[in-house]
């Protein structure tokens, strides 16, 4: 008989999840340490943060206020966006077209090898050219993001799909008597809820920490604001810095505390031992 593998052991979780704790604590503690020093008299208080705090984010910190709500902004567009093109045309290829999965997984992965700035070198045309039409509002920046998150989105949701026998759900509630609307809203997305707040968190994050596009298409976001704040004030900009971290760890904790919510939601108590 041939091994079965087993799950690791309390100790051996313990050891892997500590080993990565500590990979993303210690970079932290080392912000925090940074913003407390009080320079060459030695020493740590919290003069910095209760400055800030007190001034209300005023004078030239006020722009980095402008640019978190840009930057939440274009998540949300950015979620949508990919969202409301991917899940239904992923649909459509496993019912209707499944010989032209490779040529959907192709283009939806490749633009993780095309580097940010090279993007830009293709997209700046198309920009002058929406500049011209919409206007150059931050808010068109969600296009080119699409385009950036696209591959994590989709490896999230595709691996939700390959669990789900979705032709069987789809046949059945037609034969009962729903439209492809009902099908898609109220049979297929609840199955695949997992893998698409997965493609949002994913999304949110890269458009929360994305620079090189926003910088070079001369758009104001979270990342571009907190480099021109670092080069007049770095202890300044580092507590920007760990409070936009904060953020960000607090709408992803919402947005998925949503998804679980909706999910209890939908469970019926048992009584009497039948369902």
Same mark, same amino acid.
């Given at each position: 008989?041939?091994?079965?593998?087993?799950?690791? !052991? /309390?100790?051996?979780?313990?050891?892997?999840?500590?080993?990565?704790?500590?990979?993303?604590?210690?970079?932290?503690?080392?912000?925090?340490?940074?913003?407390?020093?009080?320079?060459?008299?030695? =020493?740590?208080?919290?003069? *910095?943060?209760?400055?800030?705090?007190?001034?209300?984010?005023? =004078?030239?910190?006020?722009?980095?206020?402008?640019?978190?709500?840009?930057?939440?902004?274009?998540?949300?567009?950015?979620?949508?966006?990919?969202?409301?093109?991917?899940?239904?045309?992923?649909?459509?290829?496993?019912? *209707?077209?499944?010989? +032209?999965?490779?040529?959907?997984?192709?283009?939806?992965?490749?633009?993780?090898?095309?580097?940010?700035?090279? +993007?830009?070198?293709?997209?700046?045309?198309?920009?002058?050219?929406?500049?011209?039409?919409?206007?150059?509002?931050?808010?068109?920046?969600?296009?080119?993001?699409?385009?950036?998150?696209?591959?994590?989105?989709?490896?999230?949701?595709?691996?939700?799909?390959?669990?789900?026998?979705?032709? !069987?759900?789809?046949?059945?509630?037609?034969?009962?008597?729903?439209?492809?609307?009902?099908?898609?809203? *109220?049979?297929?997305?609840?199955?695949? *809820? /997992?893998?698409?707040?997965?493609?949002?968190?994913?999304?949110?994050?890269?458009?929360?920490?994305?620079? !090189?596009?926003?910088?070079?298409?001369?758009?104001?976001?979270?990342?571009?604001?907190?480099?021109?704040?670092?080069?007049?004030?770095?202890?300044?900009?580092?507590?920007?810095?760990?409070?936009?971290?904060?953020?960000?760890?607090?709408?992803?904790?919402?947005? =998925?505390?949503?998804?679980?919510?909706?999910?209890?939601?939908?469970?019926?108590?048992?009584?009497? =031992?039948?369902?």
């Amino acid at each position: 008989m041939t091994a079965v593998a087993h799950t690791p !052991t /309390r100790l051996v979780r313990g050891l892997i999840l500590g080993s990565i704790g500590l990979v993303f604590a210690i970079p932290i503690v080392a912000m925090v340490e940074f913003t407390l020093r009080r320079g060459l008299a030695g =020493g740590h208080d919290v003069s *910095r943060w209760t400055a800030l705090f007190q001034g209300g984010f005023a =004078g030239p910190y006020r722009t980095v206020l402008v640019a978190l709500g840009n930057s939440v902004g274009l998540a949300v567009g950015t979620v949508a966006i990919v969202l409301l093109l991917l899940v239904p045309t992923l649909l459509l290829v496993h019912l *209707r077209f499944p010989h +032209l999965r490779r040529v959907m997984e192709f283009v939806c992965i490749l633009p993780i090898s095309i580097p940010a700035i090279v +993007l830009v070198v293709g997209l700046a045309p198309v920009y002058s050219v929406l500049a011209r039409l919409l206007g150059s509002s931050v808010w068109t920046l969600a296009f080119a993001y699409g385009i950036t998150v696209l591959p994590f989105a989709y490896r999230a949701i595709q691996a939700n799909l390959d669990g789900v026998d979705v032709r !069987t759900l789809s046949e059945a509630a037609r034969t009962l008597g729903a439209g492809w609307a009902s099908v898609l809203v *109220r049979v297929l997305i609840p199955n695949l *809820r /997992r893998g698409i707040l997965a493609g949002a968190f994913i999304s949110v994050a890269v458009v929360l920490g994305e620079f !090189t596009i926003a910088s070079l298409l001369n758009r104001v976001t979270l990342q571009t604001a907190l480099v021109v704040v670092s080069k007049a004030d770095p202890y300044t900009a580092v507590i920007l810095s760990l409070l936009a971290l904060t953020f960000a760890f607090l709408l992803l904790l919402v947005i =998925g505390r949503l998804g679980t919510v909706r999910t209890g939601s939908r469970r019926r108590p048992t009584t009497g =031992g039948q369902p």
